[in-house]
């Protein structure tokens, strides 16, 4: 049955420049067998440059055949010595208030969310700001926005040509087309009762959502409606959009020490092991095998961790899970069974893990006192700044835990702030979210006061 159908009264969102460079695959290697021997072609001079090939590298472009251990060692070498050099600019964002959730679209653009419920493009070099209409609810008595909620979660699909979000209502999963940023379709109805607080795509037609109801929905985006077969606009010059249903819905098993507290918190996909992580407010971590459009859960249990388990992150190269608790780093590896949980401390005067992020060997860490810190998995520490310890020539190298700290962002003086906080003028500002540009070397990080009761932002651009 074709998806239903109806109109949005706000009109069509401007286009967004969301083009993302693609690379182009070069090259053919020769087969081994019996024949007569083929004439050697000569490499291009150009290709021969290590100039070349780091400017390619620059704009996206794939290095030649022969360089893959050195492309390695490069990428290697720049993950590891990149924060240290990364210095801030903040971003005026007027008076939104807590980003939740970020996303680069391309070089300049980033896709954000915030606690008041605006989904935003903000441009990094001119703070230039393009408000995204959000996708309302199908029939009229169905919930709308709810204050103080907000979107939690934004994730580009694997060939970045799907975006997927809130609603208007936090309980619906909407799903926009880009570039343009034109909506496609809003999952509404049947699917979850409560706030979605995480987002995977496990292909590029295929979505996991994760809710403070304890479920969690697997949605089938119809490539019809990807490939432009639906009318997208009425009579009115309205945006049409779709609703759809989950292909599955699953509900986490309660925990017999806390049955009303499985909030589903973060989710993370294995492409290699074609598996969903998740973790629950409760303590505990989930697992299901995501083969298709079908959940079947592997196991579920607590973890050693289990107050504030907010974040999870997948990482690929050693195959390990990632998460982020009050006051730990925790690493999960399910290879070596459920014991092998190694929890690192994180705890810097009260602060706690509240966004995580990997690339290479390097997780980053956002927290919730408005720091960014960097765990090297190979190295098995945290990555460390060299510092003197007087003024002239030190006898040896003195070394710290590396702390990138965020500036002061912008804080909404109101009677809330005057009667609970008593008019402090300074509150650090959680790291709720952060997103690497490698191509570019640049880091988006934004968030906002930790106290729930306080208005406030900060977002910057650390390049």
């Known amino acids: 049955m074709a998806p239903q159908q109806t109109g949005s009264r706000k009109r069509k969102a401007p286009a967004v420049d969301v083009g993302a460079a693609s690379s182009s695959s070069q090259g053919s290697a020769a087969a081994d067998g019996e024949g007569p021997p083929q004439p050697r072609k000569r490499r291009p001079e150009a290709c021969r440059s290590l100039v070349h090939y780091l400017r390619g590298r620059e704009v996206g472009a794939r290095g030649p055949a022969g360089l893959p251990g050195f492309e390695g060692q490069l990428r290697g070498y720049a993950v590891r010595k990149l924060p240290e050099l990364l210095a801030e600019r903040e971003l005026t964002l007027g008076t939104l208030n807590k980003v939740f959730a970020s996303q680069w679209l391309n070089a300049r653009q980033v ?197 504030e388990n907010v974040c999870l992150t997948y990482c690929d190269e050693p195959s390990l899970y990632a998460i982020g608790s009050q006051s730990h780093l925790s690493f999960l590896d399910l290879r070596q069974g459920l014991q092998n949980i190694r929890p690192l401390c994180s705890r810097e005067g009260g602060t706690d893990v509240r966004s995580l992020s990997f690339y290479q060997h390097i997780v980053t860490l956002g927290t919730g006192d408005g720091c960014l810190l960097f765990y090297d998995i190979r190295a098995q520490k945290f990555l460390e700044e060299r510092a003197s310890a007087s003024p002239g020539p030190p006898p040896g190298p003195v070394t710290r835990k590396l702390k990138l700290t965020c500036g002061r962002g912008w804080l909404s003086h109101d009677d809330l702030w005057m009667n609970y906080f008593g008019g402090i003028e300074e509150f650090p ?7 690497y540009n490698w191509p570019e070397m640049k880091l988006f990080v934004a968030g906002g006061p930790l106290p729930s009761g306080l208005h406030g932002h900060y977002a910057g651009l650390w390049s």
Request: aromatic residues 6%; hydrophobic residues 35%; charged residues 20%.
């Open 111 to 307: 896709v954000c969310g915030t606690k008041c419920n605006t989904l935003f493009v903000v441009d990094v070099q001119s703070s230039q700001i393009t408000r995204i209409p959000l996708m309302r609810d199908r029939g009229p008595g169905l919930a709308r926005a709810q204050p103080g909620c907000g979107i939690h979660a934004i994730e580009l699909n694997p060939s970045k040509t799907l975006l997927a979000t809130g609603g208007e209502n936090p309980n619906s999963l909407a799903i926009y087309q880009l570039p343009t940023l034109d909506p496609l379709c809003l999952g509404d109805r049947h699917g979850h009762k409560d706030w979605i607080f995480a987002i995977a795509w496990i292909s590029d037609t295929v979505v996991v959502s994760g809710s403070r109801d304890g479920t969690v929905a697997l949605w089938q985006i119809d490539p019809d409606m990807v490939n432009g077969s639906i009318a997208w606009h009425n009579d009115a010059g309205l945006p049409v959009y779709g609703h759809i249903c989950p292909r599955a819905l699953e509900t986490i098993p309660r925990a017999s020490t806390n049955p009303n507290n499985r909030k589903v918190r973060d989710l993370a996909f294995s492409g290699k092991n074609d598996e969903l992580g998740a973790v629950s407010l409760d303590g505990f971590f989930h697992l299901w095998k995501a083969g298709g459009s079908t959940l079947i859960r592997q196991m579920s249990f607590r973890l050693p961790q289990c107050r």
């Open 429 to 435: 500002n959680a790291v709720y979210t952060h997103c």
